[in-house]
């Protein structure tokens, strides 16, 4: 048994004794169903934290750099982590907006990996690979289903969407993420994305809109607040130089 009440109820089945010989679903059981049908989907499209990112700690490199380098970025990441539970309970998301290199993705794992070790459901998925799986599923002998791919996104407790900014733009597209940011918008159900800043560009958060459409924007807007902004040069060049 790999699931532990996060209520202290019940044994990890989901289920509790309602009186002789009957039982009644516990109040953890929901996750618990989320939390496997997103290892599922996960294991079908063979996406999970990268190995580059599950062993991650404060007090170590890249995250102990990224804090020196964006200490208020990186405290406002702490602060969500610290009350990953309640933020998911309320469906208050968090947006990470930056240049290329700054650690936004870093922040974005550290954040997955939170919610995991509590026990609530995380799909991570690259927003460019999450569109050639919905469009290789409509295709005959697709290896899993347009339904699935959808149903893991919008149920599971925490959807990490990565680099939002990526995908080529298109009304397909569009109407996609809509479909999926809009399910946990009326459902409350967290989201977690990145987003960068075009190399040259002052940071405008508002220039999102004209890439994933005003509908999905205003919705992401109201799920996550304001963008946490990281702003400098790419920590991995500067490695590299």
Not at 10 to 29: H, K, N, W
Not at 184 to 211: H, N
Request: charged fraction near 25%.
């Amino acid at each position: 048994m790999d699931w532990d009440c996060p209520y202290g109820i019940c044994d990890g089945s989901g289920f509790v004794e309602s009186g002789e010989r009957t039982v009644a679903p516990c109040r953890c059981r929901p996750q618990m169903i989320a939390r496997k049908q997103g290892r599922q989907l996960q294991q079908r499209l063979r996406q999970s934290i990268p190995k580059h990112f599950q062993d991650l700690a404060w007090d170590r490199h890249p995250l102990s750099e990224i804090a020196d380098l964006h200490p208020s970025p990186a405290a406002a990441v702490r602060r969500y982590c610290d009350h990953i539970a309640e933020n998911l309970e309320q469906g208050r998301g968090l947006w990470l907006f930056g240049n290329k290199g700054t650690g936004k993705t870093t922040l974005a794992y550290t954040v997955a990996r939170a919610a995991l070790d509590q026990g609530h459901s995380v799909l991570s998925l690259n927003t460019v690979d999450l569109f050639n799986r919905l469009g290789e599923s409509y295709r005959d002998g697709a290896r899993w289903t347009t339904a699935e791919i959808i149903d893991g996104a919008t149920n599971v407790d925490l959807l990490q969407l990565e680099d939002l900014t990526a995908p080529r733009e298109s009304e397909w597209i569009v109407e996609q993420l809509y479909t999926i940011v809009n399910f946990r918008y009326e459902s409350g159900k967290a989201i977690l994305f990145t987003s960068d800043v075009p190399t040259g560009q002052a940071p405008d958060p508002g220039a999102l809109a004209g890439r994933i459409g005003d509908r999905t924007f205003s919705r992401l807007v109201a799920m996550v607040g304001d963008p946490v902004v990281l702003v400098g040069d790419d920590m991995r060049l500067a490695h590299v130089a």
